[in-house]
């Protein structure tokens, strides 16, 4: 048997997104701000397509979850430099 590199893919511990801090809201009854971090592994370079959709797409269309809201996206540096870019360059008008 030949090991591959999808073989990691299964080890959830080291994909899976990690609630690193929760705040309750401010005179709010039964709200918070949660901090979750996610690993870089889990976003193809240069994507912000790809980025979007993990992070956005998979946890709002969590149904146990009755209002949610994206409050700040903090993208390390190291992940920055993978965008090349608009493919096109930028035309100002």
């Given at each position: 048997?030949?090991?591959?590199?999808?073989?990691?893919l299964?080890?959830?511990?080291r994909?899976?997104?990690r609630c690193?801090?929760i705040?309750?809201?401010?005179?709010?009854?039964n709200?918070?701000?949660c901090y979750?971090a996610?690993?870089?592994?889990l976003?193809?370079?240069?994507?912000?397509?790809?980025?979007?959709?993990s992070?956005?797409g998979?946890?709002f269309?969590?149904?146990?979850?009755?209002?949610?809201?994206l409050e700040?996206?903090?993208i390390?540096?190291?992940?920055v430099k993978?965008f090349?870019?608009?493919?096109?360059?930028i035309?100002?008008?």
């Amino acid at each position: 048997w030949t090991t591959v590199w999808t073989d990691g893919l299964t080890s959830l511990d080291r994909y899976k997104g990690r609630c690193y801090h929760i705040d309750a809201v401010p005179g709010e009854e039964n709200q918070y701000i949660c901090y979750v971090a996610y690993p870089l592994d889990l976003f193809e370079e240069g994507s912000v397509t790809n980025m979007f959709t993990s992070i956005v797409g998979n946890v709002f269309g969590f149904k146990a979850l009755r209002a949610l809201r994206l409050e700040d996206l903090r993208i390390p540096p190291a992940y920055v430099k993978t965008f090349q870019g608009p493919p096109h360059g930028i035309q100002v008008e």
